[in-house]
């Protein structure tokens, strides 16, 4: 009677194990989007900025370019790449209209802790500030370093230079490329050297710590084609720059522009054999932003600045498209969905969100 117990529970092992595939993710990359609000992903081009002369200078060609008569139409002449591939292909959560609610976990509402709770999977309430102080909280980053396989295969470029003590490179040795600096290394690439001179021939509308997303995702480009990164960061900031300037035509520009460049470097990872088929992208946003005459803003005084979303695309999670049912996700719930992705289990000193459960369910 032992023996075919024995036997049974054997035979039931490997029929456990015949159903639990591996997860085909093998390289995650996440985008954020500084600022920009789920309303224009989902609604397009809002009319009540649109048809405002204070924040859109040039109404008839901005018009021309991103009104149409339905909601659809705006948000696919808007965002082309996001609603014909990843609304085909991943999952979208975060339209309110329909009761699907992406928000933050952190009461501040801005950049630094946005970012922060996105990568560290926690909300902390000493994290209350934009200062360049190195951030004390394990982030899934380092956490991923760590792991068999992943050794100096993460990496983040960012147009915001705070991002380096966001994700505190001082401390761990990650690379975190920021403005003004050159990526560095005895064999870099021809593309890789054309970037870095390309970004000092980038104007710099805003100033010392900010430099435009074009720059940054050339620079971000030429790295991954020369080093293969399995968890990588892109951090775009033009959409918000924008915002906070009151120039609603170029902030939706930026926005087209970012699914433009969305678009391109999906086609490269499709065409790459490292990252074909074997890679999830994800897209988020560190924070919302205010509506109306408080849409240049966020934080507290800005209503709304709490609501964000997230996008997903990747051979372990199912094409469900715009998400349509009522249902609430965190921000910080993205640390431990990366991880998991990856085969890890995020365990820092620090409580994590759990994984965003239907992102993981492919298999």
Known sequence: MKTKSVLFLLLLLCVVKGFAQPRKTKNVILISLDGYRWREIFLGADSALLYNKRYTKDSAWTFQKYWAATVQERREKLMPFTWSQIAKNGQLYGNRTLGNKVDLKNTFWFSYPGRSETWTGHFDPAINSNDKIDNPNENVMEFINKQKGFAGKTAAFASWDVVAWILNRNRNGITVNIWGEDVKGPKLTPQQKEANA????????????????????????????????????????????????????????????????????????????????????????????????????????????????????????????????????????????????????????????EAVKTVLNGH
């Open 198 to 353: 390309y970004q000092h021939m980038m104007p710099d509308p805003w100033g010392q710590g900010e430099r435009l997303d074009v720059s940054t995702y050339r620079l971000s480009k030429a790295y991954l084609e020369a080093q293969h990164p399995r968890l990588f960061y892109i951090d775009f900031g033009d959409l918000d720059c924008y915002a906070h300037d009151g120039a609603y035509n170029k902030y939706l520009d930026a926005a087209n522009k970012t699914d433009l460049m969305i678009k391109d470097l999906w086609e490269y990872l499709q065409k790459d054999p490292f990252y074909k088929d074997q890679t999830t992208l994800i897209i988020c946003a560190d924070h919302g932003r205010g509506e109306d005459s408080k849409w240049t803003g966020h934080g507290t005084s800005a209503p709304h600045s709490n609501e964000t979303y997230l996008l997903v695309m990747g051979p372990d999670t199912k094409p469900l498209g715009e998400v349509k049912t009522a249902g609430q996700i965190y921000q910080d719930q993205f640390a431990q969905t990366i991880a998991n992705l990856l085969g890890f289990q995020f365990t820092p000193k620090h409580p994590v969100g």
